[in-house]
């Protein structure tokens, strides 16, 4: 069974930080890009990062460039989002995908597989 977890999201103050993490079972982990979007109410959903299946290259929405990294550990099937300096219109619920190229993906429609999300609200 294919499983995407993603944990870490929680309630913050504006300038705080989270790191959320998505932790993968089921498939090749190895063999995935995998990629955080968003979707915040009443928004359509948009991808915030994603890493290529070696961690070597990654892609950043202009929106979050500066203030979020990401990061993979291939022997733990684990990706991080490291997220600084949080802002209120970063509030959504957030979720991990993976989509089996090599290379980065941004576009949903190649991701084949989903987890459930985790949310972020940040707030004063």
């Known amino acids: 069974e294919v499983q995407l977890q993603a944990s870490g999201g929680g309630l913050v103050q504006p300038g705080g930080s989270l790191r959320l993490s998505c932790e993968a079972s089921?498939?090749?982990?190895?063999?995935?890009?995998i990629g955080w979007f968003r979707q915040a109410p009443g928004k359509e959903r948009e991808a915030v990062s994603c890493?290529?299946?070696?961690?070597?290259?990654?892609y950043y929405a202009d929106a979050v460039k500066g203030r979020v990294t990401i990061s993979r550990d291939n022997a733990k099937n684990t990706v991080y989002l490291q997220m600084n300096n949080l802002k209120p219109e970063d509030t959504a619920n957030y979720y991990c995908?993976?989509?089996?190229?090599?290379?980065?993906?941004?576009?949903?429609?190649?991701?084949?597989?989903w987890g459930q999300g985790t949310q972020v609200t940040v707030s004063s």
């Open positions: 995908a993976g989509a089996k190229f090599h290379r980065t993906v941004i576009r949903a429609a190649l991701y084949d597989y």
């Open positions: 890493i290529s299946s070696s961690g070597g290259s990654a």
């Open positions: 089921g498939f090749r982990f190895g063999d995935y890009n």
